[in-house]
């Protein structure tokens, strides 16, 4: 059993060089663990180890939690079977056999970074996700993830080894990059924007209450085995989300109503739909469970998350 404390607790953090995986890296070290981290290049203080080797034990010795963070992240759909079958090979085969590997060194706990994808795209209005919904993935990537939970459950089934599976939804912070980092040049050129009559809700979550989370399960003191989502526990629009972002870079937002159905029209004619599926369309995380089991609330306000990520543009 893992104690409540942080100290001298032995912890291998996969993709320690990633978004995720650096900020993990140092509060586990500040908090007083002993952090082996891995990249699939050699950088300073980290193990170089590619995600396909059949070889893990250096990285595994003194280890009593591994944190899988390390992925192939923006999959764009293809029809390519080659492609699809090295999503599979480092999505879905790397992490079973770092498991299996972690079971026979006797490695106490397994943390594996999922995704909200493994459980679809999109909820109904007012009816969220929970850790336990029925799991639909619809791209590549989420099934890629939903796969990996169920190779990691049949390799750590009834084994010593606890396994815990956390579902975030999109990850916003210091360095983020993709279509948050987008949204964000678009709020802070404060353009006219029709985004006024925009009334989805969408979970998101900043990277520090996701380093937060994944903390509070490595010091987890009771056997912990299960699924938990994440989120800042403040569903927003994308109009609320705008609005914030714009005023975090100090200016009064210009956004003016305008019919969601024909800018969701516009955006299918362009074949823009994914795009405006996740403008305008509602996708949301019921948190409970995770709050409930692990006693813990995000510590980071959302606003604040935001006003974070737009001051580090400057540093």
């Not at 995986?21 to 952090?35: A, D, K, M, T």
């Not at 080894?161 to 990059?177: A, D, F, M, N, Q």
């Not at 809700?201 to 490595?218: A, E, G, P, Y």
């Not at 800018?263 to 369309?281: E, P, Q, S, V």
């Amino acid at each position: 059993m893992l104690s409540g404390s942080l100290e001298n607790i032995g912890v291998l953090v996969t993709g320690s060089t990633g978004f995720i995986g650096q900020v993990l890296s140092q509060n586990l070290i500040r908090s007083g663990c002993e952090v082996t981290g891995t990249a699939t290049k050699k950088r300073p203080g980290v193990l170089a180890v590619p995600l396909t080797t059949d070889d893990w034990g250096h990285a595994l010795e003194g280890i009593d939690t591994v944190i899988h963070c390390a992925a192939l992240a923006h999959v764009p759909e293809s029809k390519d079977e080659s492609f699809k079958a090295q999503v599979r090979a480092l999505n879905v085969e790397a992490p079973a056999t770092l498991a299996r590997q972690a079971k026979e060194h006797g490695v106490k706990r397994f943390i594996f970074l999922s995704s909200v994808k493994a459980m679809g795209e999109s909820t109904p209005p007012n009816s969220p996700y929970r850790n336990n919904s029925e799991c639909s993935p619809e791209d590549l990537y989420g099934k890629s993830k939903r796969d990996a939970e169920l190779a990691l459950k049949k390799e750590l089934e009834g084994s010593a080894t606890e396994l815990v599976i956390i579902r975030p939804p999109l990850v916003y912070g210091p360095g983020v990059k993709g279509n948050f980092k987008a949204l964000m040049g678009l709020a802070k050129k404060n353009l006219p924007l029709p985004f006024g009559s925009v009334e989805n809700k969408r979970s998101l979550v900043s990277l520090d209450n996701l380093v937060s989370l994944i903390v509070t399960c490595v010091k987890h003191p009771e056997p912990l085995n299960g699924t938990f989502l994440v989120s800042d526990d403040h569903d927003v629009s994308s109009k609320e989300l705008f609005e914030t972002l714009t005023r975090a870079y100090g200016k009064d937002p210009k956004l003016w109503p305008f019919p969601v159905s024909l800018m969701k029209l516009g955006a299918t004619i362009l074949g823009k739909k994914n795009i405006a599926d996740r403008l305008f369309g509602n996708l949301q995380l019921d948190i409970s469970h995770t709050k409930k089991t692990l006693n813990w609330e995000p510590p980071v306000a959302f606003e604040d998350a935001i006003q974070k990520c737009v001051n580090s543009e400057n540093q």
